[in-house]
């Protein structure tokens, strides 16, 4: 998922900031944050059906990143926060597996960290399936995949619709 911005919004947000250096006329590229992607993920499983539910009723996010100071660091530890964790969790048994891991990367540039690898591997051999994903239409048809989602009757994303 990446916002474009033509020449023309471009000179407007110069002008709008006071400098007087003209941008080119390239379109500039801009990709979205990991939280804003994870966001859209999350936005979107709210528009699909599950059960008497929405899907992002069973997606999971744990609050593993971001900078701490000692003392907090010690707290989330002590409470049980494990280094490497995937971003999303979905917690339906699906095609063999126990639960779906959701790793999200802004781009294709980016690759999980060895410690990130480690931990996927220790959930994928306890039957578990886990995904690197590096956008939101990446992370939206693995969760079509694994959810089996489709348009039912009504025209409305709902799991198991297409299986």
């Known amino acids: 998922m990446s916002l474009r911005m033509t020449p023309k919004q471009a000179r407007n947000l110069f002008k709008q900031k006071g400098t007087t250096k003209q941008p080119s006329d390239k379109p500039i590229k801009i990709t979205p944050s990991e939280d804003a992607i994870q ?3 999350i936005d979107w499983a709210k528009l699909v059906k599950y059960k ?10 744990s609050p593993n990143g971001g900078k701490r100071d000692k003392a907090q660091a010690g707290i989330f530890k002590a409470m049980g926060t494990k280094a490497g964790y ?8 699906r095609h063999g597996y126990h639960a ?7 781009s294709n540039d980016e690759y999980p960290s060895p410690t ?4 996927m591997k220790m959930l994928t ?3 578990n399936y886990c995904v690197v994903c590096k956008s939101f239409e990446h992370a939206v048809r ?4 694994y959810m089996g989602i489709g348009l ?8 198991g619709a297409d299986a």
């Open 39 to 41: 966001c859209a993920v």
């Open 52 to 61: 008497d539910k929405s899907l992002s009723d069973y997606l999971h996010h």
């Open 86 to 93: 995937p971003d999303l969790t979905l917690n339906i048994a």
């Open 100 to 106: 779906m891991f959701i790793e999200m990367k802004r």
């Open 116 to 119: 990130q690898r480690k931990r």
């Open 125 to 127: 051999d306890e039957g």
């Open 142 to 145: 693995e969760l079509k995949w």
């Open 152 to 159: 039912n009757q009504n025209r409305k994303l709902e799991c």
